[in-house]
């Protein structure tokens, strides 16, 4: 079985300046059209399997219309409620919790693409989760995040708890499975497991 290995998280580097990263909003009406106007071919099936009902990047993920680009509060709910239509149905992958010591997103990346990890956002609060489905055009170097991204990728962005330390953001990929796993440990997370165990001793 092929081992769990570690994908690197970058941080956006604080004051740098970078080009603009999903500034075009996806709305409802332009994801359907997107997905009917996809209607043949490698590339549409592709789509639909990036996209699909209970996919990490699908934006009908929470039972609603909500564009992945925007940063979601996910350790705020409860996987249980907010996934329990796709759950009752076994359609979906995607499972977060919280411990003592940290929190913890899983999900299963539709045909095992790659995923790029990045800390960005104001105060380094949200966690970036991205990749492509397709290749880019060739348009001078122009990032594909800076516009139609769903075109050519996904994302799905989740925010960071006041709690959690961005700076030890982990990122690992199990090719067997073709799940993706982020930890995020807590401030003192350490301490807290630590004396959470002497006291049950």
Excluded at 73 to 79: A, H, I, S, T, V
């Amino acid at each position: 079985m092929p081992p769990r290995r570690a994908i690197e998280v970058r941080q956006a580097a604080d004051g740098a300046v970078v080009q603009p990263r999903w500034r075009m909003s996806l709305l409802e009406n332009t994801f359907n059209s997107f997905l009917q106007s996809s209607s043949g071919g490698a590339d549409a099936a592709a789509a639909r399997a990036v996209f699909a009902e209970g996919s990490l990047f699908s934006p009908f993920l929470f039972g609603k219309f909500f564009d992945p680009a925007d940063a979601f509060p996910l350790w705020e709910f409860d996987p249980e409620v907010l996934l329990a239509a796709l759950r009752r149905g076994a359609r979906t992958a995607v499972d977060w919790a919280e411990t003592d010591s940290e929190y913890y997103l899983r999900a299963d990346i539709p045909g095992g693409r790659k995923c790029d990890v990045e800390v960005t956002g104001d105060a380094m609060r949200v966690v970036d989760i991205s990749g492509l489905w397709r290749a880019p055009p060739a348009d001078g170097g122009r990032d594909w995040r800076a516009g139609r991204w769903w075109e050519h990728g996904f994302v799905r962005r989740v925010e960071l708890p006041d709690d959690a330390d961005w700076r030890k953001v982990e990122a690992s990929f199990d090719d067997g499975e073709g799940s993706l796993e982020i930890k995020v440990p807590k401030n003192g997370g350490a301490q807290h497991a630590a004396a959470a165990a002497a006291a049950t001793a």
